[in-house]
């Protein structure tokens, strides 16, 4: 950590701003809270940030989430995540549900899915979408913000652990 704490604001948020989906505010604010003990210490500091944010930017962050498992631009650290879980290779009805569940969860929740998909597969995505499609508004809103910091511990864990 030390390396990282002897980062400038720029220097910080070109390393560690896209780990918070298109939402390179999270880092920039973060580097306020220097230094950092460990990459726990500072994932904990970046989950502050998003959960002391405005609900406006916390949708945001939400909304910069791509779809899983279609084929819509994504940045390229997504499309690795994805293909990890096997979502690079969907049969055409696969593919056509995973549209369809993903589209019914926008129309409910304004945001699309959100899961963490380090460590499954297309089958636990999919029981999860049809599951937590049927979750209220407010327990889906916390459930996405929940995944969207797993992703963010996995990927720091990748640039300041790997």
Not at 29 to 47: D, G, K, R, V, Y
Not at 91 to 107: A, D, G, I, S
Request: with cysteine; glycine share 4%; hydrophobic share 40%.
């Amino acid at each position: 950590m030390e390396d990282v704490n002897q980062m400038n604001k720029e220097e910080f948020v070109q390393k560690a701003g896209w780990v918070f989906e298109h939402s390179p505010w999270v880092a920039s604010e973060t580097w306020e809270n220097m230094p950092f003990q460990s990459c726990e210490h500072l994932l904990q500091t970046m989950i502050n940030i998003v959960q002391n944010a405005e609900e406006a930017k916390q949708l945001a962050l939400l909304r910069a989430h791509p779809d899983l498992g279609t084929r819509l631009q994504m940045s390229e650290v997504s499309q690795k995540e994805q293909a990890g879980a096997g979502l690079d290779q969907l049969t055409k009805e696969e593919f056509e549900e995973f549209v369809t569940l993903n589209q019914r969860y926008v129309q409910k929740f304004n945001f699309p899915f959100i899961m963490a998909v380090k460590g499954q597969n297309k089958e636990s995505i999919l029981a999860a979408m049809n599951q937590r499609i049927h979750n209220a508004y407010d327990d889906e809103y916390n459930i996405a913000l929940h995944e969207v910091y797993k992703i963010a511990g996995f990927r720091l864990n990748g640039i300041f652990k790997g």
